[in-house]
């Protein structure tokens, strides 16, 4: 079936004009979970459960709204009430059910959307492949020998195998970027409180939920369904004003390029190859120069990335209790092992440190990027990994080192930014490209992405499988 515009938005007025059933989408959906099982995308499953919704739904004209019938995958990092939230990790394994729904699942379920599980995750959501110790590995459907990224894994390797409408995903250091980018869909992270955020996530200023999707219009439906703001948050902005910032007129005028923020060293020839292929499409597309920045000197005051992993160790540590981490340490998979004793190591003197150079790091983009720029550099600054967290077979390493990433900067400034597919890897693996914007401009990156879409665009599902909308082939 060709798709003119995004998947959500034809499988939810289908279902409105009762074209197809929700029960025929959930049972689709979960008959290629089942099918799928060698990505282990699931850590639950609640097929019985969303089966009976979708026949509520279908029996209710007046149920659901943008999201009427679409099943769904929630990141098991997400309250979902009913539903323990073990968080990939042994140590929760006896967690208790949930008493309330989180923010982002609580408004996809009031869009009418059917959950039919939860996905996988690396423990805590510490890393960039998606593997731990309570459900085993999750595999890329582009190359099943690799990692669909971290830490939203699970949620980008279904989506993209056509296996669910839709599913949640966190980004505290590029959880949404980094399986956009390696699994082929378009991701956004949000300026930090467009999605209001509650309770306090564990890396208190870094976090946030986000939507990605196979398409812009799905990308944008899904951010309309989860933005706004809730009770708590002190970064999260009214309504009002959202509404203000969502009606950005006008294209850039400014165009920045960074291989690298951070001096980690050089790209890989493939990698560095597709960027530049990618930067010059987008220069073209919006007929402006582009001005080119070094990673040197990009920051003088500190280094973010590094910042980055003193804050988020030590505010992770804090969020699951010293106590209790020293407690569980040797049931932790062993990358999140290295994480917390890092955190549990971090100084007060060091953690305030990192925290105040934090306003250099926003007072550089601020200035850098004015009200109508946007900085362009890689999703992933590598060619990806291998599906257990190693960088090739010879490794022991089960970890990533700081220079295959290129998405932490936005998470301690702020800024929105964009993973965009373009092209793809010699492993077979989508290469994202990232645009970065100005606080509050994240629809205008989701304008931007759509151009590039439009001019160049990505398979919506990987090789070997078939976009949800199929099923409408044979309702």
Same mark, same amino acid.
């Given at each position: 079936m060709s798709v003119p515009f995004g998947t959500l938005t034809l499988l939810s007025k289908a279902i409105r004009d009762r074209r197809c059933s929700a029960a025929t989408l959930v049972n689709a959906?979960?008959?290629?979970?089942? %099918?799928? *099982?060698?990505?282990?995308?699931?850590?639950? !499953?609640?097929?019985?459960? /969303?089966?009976?919704?979708?026949?509520?739904?279908?029996?209710?004209?007046? *149920?659901?709204?943008?999201?009427?019938?679409?099943?769904?995958?929630?990141?098991?990092?997400?309250? #979902?009430?009913?539903?323990? @939230?073990?968080?990939?990790?042994?140590?929760?394994? +006896?967690?208790?059910? /949930?008493t309330t729904n989180g923010v982002v699942p609580d408004r996809l379920l009031n869009a009418g959307a059917i959950v039919v599980g939860k996905s996988t995750?690396?423990?805590?959501?510490?890393?960039?492949?998606? /593997? &731990?110790? #309570? *459900?085993?590995?999750?595999?890329?459907?582009?190359?099943?020998?690799?990692?669909?990224?971290?830490?939203?894994?699970?949620?980008?390797?279904?989506? $993209?195998?056509?296996?669910?409408?839709?599913?949640?995903? !966190?980004?505290?250091?590029?959880?949404?970027?980094?399986?956009?980018?390696?699994?082929g869909l378009v991701g956004l992270k949000p300026t930090n409180g467009v999605i209001g955020r509650w309770p306090a996530p564990d890396w208190i200023d870094y976090s946030t +939920?986000?939507?990605?999707? !196979?398409?812009?219009?799905?990308? %944008?439906?899904?951010? +309309?369904?989860?933005?706004?703001? $809730?009770?708590?948050?002190? @970064?999260?902005?009214? =309504?009002? #004003?959202? =509404?203000?910032?969502? %009606?950005?007129?006008?294209?850039?005028?400014?165009?920045?390029? /960074?291989?690298?923020?951070?001096?980690?060293?050089?790209?890989?020839?493939?990698?560095?190859? #597709?960027?530049?292929?990618?930067v010059e499409a987008v220069s073209n597309l919006l007929g402006v120069r582009v001005s080119w920045r070094d990673a040197k000197g990009f920051f003088v005051d500190g280094d973010p990335d590094l910042d980055w992993f003193t804050v988020a160790t030590a505010e992770h540590v804090a969020s699951l209790g010293r106590a209790w981490v020293n407690e569980h340490m040797g049931e932790f998979h062993v990358s999140t092992q290295e994480f917390l004793s890092t955190g549990l190591g971090v100084s007060i003197d060091e953690y305030l440190g990192a925290r105040r150079r934090r306003y250099d790091y926003v007072r550089r983009m601020d200035e850098l990027l004015g009200e &109508?720029?946007?900085?362009? @550099?890689? *999703?992933?600054?590598?060619?990806?990994?291998?599906?257990?967290?190693?960088?090739?077979?010879?490794?022991?390493?089960?970890?990533?080192?700081?220079?295959?990433?290129?998405?932490?900067?936005?998470? $301690?400034?702020?800024?929105?930014?964009?993973?965009?597919?373009?092209?793809?890897l010699p492993s077979g693996l989508p290469f994202g490209l990232q645009v970065t914007a100005a606080h509050y401009h994240d629809y205008r990156l989701i304008d931007i992405a759509a151009l590039v879409e439009a001019a160049h665009p990505w398979a919506r599902t990987a090789p070997g499988y078939e976009g949800l909308e199929t099923v409408l082939d044979v309702a």
């Open positions: 959906s979960i008959e290629r979970l089942e %099918r799928a *099982s060698v990505l282990n995308v699931t850590a639950d !499953t609640f097929f019985e459960v /969303a089966l009976r919704e979708a026949k509520r739904i279908d029996q209710d004209a007046s *149920s659901g709204g943008a999201l009427r019938g679409i099943p769904v995958l929630i990141k098991d990092l997400e309250d #979902l009430r009913g539903y323990p @939230t073990r968080k990939g990790s042994l140590a929760l394994r +006896d967690a208790p059910p /949930a995750l690396p423990e805590f959501a510490i890393e960039g492949f998606t /593997a &731990n110790l #309570l *459900s085993g590995v999750t595999r890329n459907p582009w190359n099943l020998e690799y990692s669909p990224g971290g830490s939203s894994g699970g949620s980008a390797a279904a989506v $993209v195998a056509g296996l669910v409408g839709a599913a949640t995903a !966190t980004d505290g250091g590029g959880s949404i970027r980094i399986p956009a980018s390696l699994c +939920d986000g939507p990605f999707a !196979t398409s812009c219009d799905d990308l %944008r439906l899904l951010l +309309d369904v989860m933005r706004g703001p $809730v009770a708590g948050d002190p @970064t999260s902005p009214p =309504n009002a #004003l959202m =509404n203000q910032w969502a %009606r950005h007129e006008g294209r850039p005028v400014r165009l920045f390029a /960074a291989e690298r923020t951070s001096p980690f060293g050089p790209l890989s020839e493939p990698v560095t190859r #597709l960027f530049h292929d990618a &109508n720029g946007l900085l362009l @550099t890689p *999703s992933v600054a590598s060619e990806g990994w291998l599906a257990d967290g190693r960088m090739d077979e010879d490794s022991e390493v089960h970890g990533l080192a700081p220079e295959v990433y290129s998405t932490a900067m936005q998470n $301690v400034t702020g800024n929105p930014a964009i993973s965009i597919p373009f092209g793809h």
